[in-house]
């Protein structure tokens, strides 16, 4: 086990080596482009060139490759060209931000997802597994800024319950979460509870579930001890990768609702050609996706023994 969990940390360090000289090229291989998204368009050729000498743009690649590398392990991410203050005083603290949505987004859709997707696989077929399935397909297929559109016009302009808007000016506001909260969760529950209903589904027509059946184990004991666990191998892998769509694929539903997060951010980077803040939101999101993948496949390895005696 040890040696498998040695070998895929090793595999994610190689593909973060990999992903990051790929971010590295396509931002910072042309000096001229930097000092042009630093300075303006209108800066002068003698002021590019001045600004290129002055922050060490005319080395070498690699060394500036291994510099970047450098100073990214010290917390380093550079000086932003819209703030005009350190990369890491915004983008920590927006990353703060965008992970206390995310984590009440994925506890409250991973519990919501498991109950019905089980509800609905231990009766396959019935008006139960149907009216799941009907709804767990309808809001999945409902976009998140029509959903967010939705919502506040029920909630915010109809009924008057919520405010339209998170973007926490007075401090960390529970109401102000139950928006993006919820539009968050219609949209990424659906599938989640497809993938443990299928699975729970076959699971029940195994013959190790009919031999518990036939010999008379209470069925909350047979779904609990029995079928639970192997229905949660093939969705086990799908809910690990709502944690990376969580942190990077929130971008429409921060900026409907004014919140001050990672996805924002990120928007805000790419719109304004901010350089550095867009090499640091690329690095993490990367960073995320392929640590959530690797926790996804040694959490699949443990959950399958058969896996995991190969």
Known sequence: ????????????????????????LANE???????????????QPE???????????????????????????????????????PVGEIFWTRLANT???????????????????????????????????????????????ASAVILMAIFVFWLGWLPGTSSMMAGFSWIEMVLPVSVLVLYGFGYIARMTRASMAEVMTTHYIRTAV??????????????????????????????NWLLSGV??????????GFGALLLEAALRRDIYVIEACGVAAVFVAVFTQTLGDLGYTY?????RFK
């Open 1 to 24: 086990m040890l040696r498998l969990i040695a070998r895929r940390f090793g595999l994610m360090m190689l593909i973060m080596f990999v992903v990051t000289l790929l971010l590295f």
């Open 303 to 307: 959950l399958n023994p058969r896996i």
């Open 251 to 260: 971008v429409v539903t921060e900026y409907a609702f004014g919140y001050k």
């Open 99 to 145: 992970g206390i949505l995310a984590g009440i987004t994925f506890v409250i859709m991973v519990l919501l997802a498991l109950v019905l997707g089980v509800l609905a696989g231990m009766a396959e077929g019935s008006p139960r597994d149907r009216f799941i399935s009907v709804l767990s397909i309808a809001t999945t297929s409902v976009p998140e800024y």
């Open 29 to 43: 291989a042309d000096p001229l482009r930097v000092a042009r998204s630093v300075l303006g368009p209108y800066a």
């Open 47 to 85: 002021q590019l060139d001045l600004w290129i000498q002055q922050n060490g743009y005319d080395r070498s690649l690699a060394i500036r490759y291994l510099d970047w590398i450098g100073r990214l392990l010290v917390g380093d991410l550079g000086q932003s060209v819209i703030y005009k203050r």
């Open 214 to 243: 036939l010999k008379g184990l209470p069925y909350k004991h047979i779904i609990l001890k029995h079928a639970l666990r192997n229905a949660l191998i093939a969705p086990f892998t799908v809910i690990m990768l709502q944690i």
